[in-house]
């Protein structure tokens, strides 16, 4: 079983910047897709950005258009770690962010992961 648990969310003016952090357990014993989701109300639950820790070689990790160019997604092996830094932030990026981890890169990707965090909430002001 595959625990997360997020922090790092709370209140920023906009133009500021949070880091987001995603602690990994349970499962080390080969890679497994880790990454973020986010959800404002009456919006559509987005997939933000998603990396691979462990395992061989890590693809390149993956950042959605929206967040491109403000938002960066960085892991630690070794401390089963995945951080989203968020820089520039505006008021639509408001919303609870969630760290999710799947072994399958098609539910990652496609579909809906397996593992959920609790949540974080960021919440930009004008």
């Known amino acids: 079983q595959v625990q997360l648990v997020e922090s790092g969310g709370g209140p920023v003016q906009a133009g500021g910047s949070l880091i987001l952090s995603c602690a990994v357990s349970g499962h080390t014993y080969e890679g497994i897709y880790v990454g973020w989701f986010r959800q404002s109300p009456g919006k559509e639950r987005e997939r933000v950005g998603f990396t691979l820790i462990g395992g061989g070689s890590a693809p390149t990790p993956y950042i959605a258009d929206s967040v491109e160019g403000r938002f960066t997604i960085s892991k630690d092996n070794a401390k089963r770690m995945v951080y989203l830094q968020m820089n520039s932030l505006r008021p639509e990026d408001t919303a609870m962010y969630y760290c999710?981890?799947?072994?399958?890169?098609?539910?990652?990707?496609?579909?809906?992961?397996?593992?959920w965090g609790q949540g974080t909430q960021v919440t930009v002001s004008p």
């Open positions: 999710a981890a799947d072994l399958s890169p098609a539910r990652v990707f496609g579909g809906t992961p397996k593992y």
